[in-house]
Each structure stands twice: as C-alpha cells, then as structure tokens.
C-alpha cells in the first residue's frame, strides 16, 4: 500500500506496508477497505456488491477476461 501522493513534480512515495497473502485475489479484494471496493469498483457495482445481489466473479467474463457491463449484471 502506497500514501496517495502526487509524484510528477519530482516527490517520492514510499511502500508503507507489504507482506505475503494466502489466498486470490478476489479474497484479498473483500478484506480492503469499503473506500478501496468503492474506488475499485465504481458505486453502482459496489452497491450492488454490498446488497448481494452480485458476487465479485459476477464481474468479469473468464473466458474473454473482459468485465461484464453494468446493465448484463441487472
């Protein structure tokens, strides 16, 4: 995880915490913070995350690797 600091005028960003992860992705996804699911995702599929009405795999096609749009998860 990085502080979010601009760093185009010649600033630096340090790492602040890293470590190894037992688990996917989509685990490691669901232990962040609801700012970080809702800046991930976008509100209306964070919403519908939060409502479940949706699953994280409910959101990328697997075969194309591309994400499903919002009005084929509805």
Do not use: A, H
Not at 11 to 31: A, H, S, T, Y
Not at 61 to 70: C, D, E, H, S, V
Request: glycine share 12%; aromatic share 10%; net charge positive.
């Amino acid at each position: 995880m990085r502080p979010n600091l601009n760093i185009g005028t010649g600033g630096r960003r340090e790492i602040e915490d890293f470590g190894f992860f037992q688990g996917g992705g989509k685990e490691w996804v669901m232990q962040q913070s609801d700012k970080f699911k809702l800046d991930m995702l976008g509100r209306k599929r964070y919403n519908l995350l939060q409502e479940n009405k949706i699953k994280l795999d409910d959101l990328i096609n697997y075969k194309t690797g591309k994400l499903i749009l919002l009005k084929d998860l509805i």
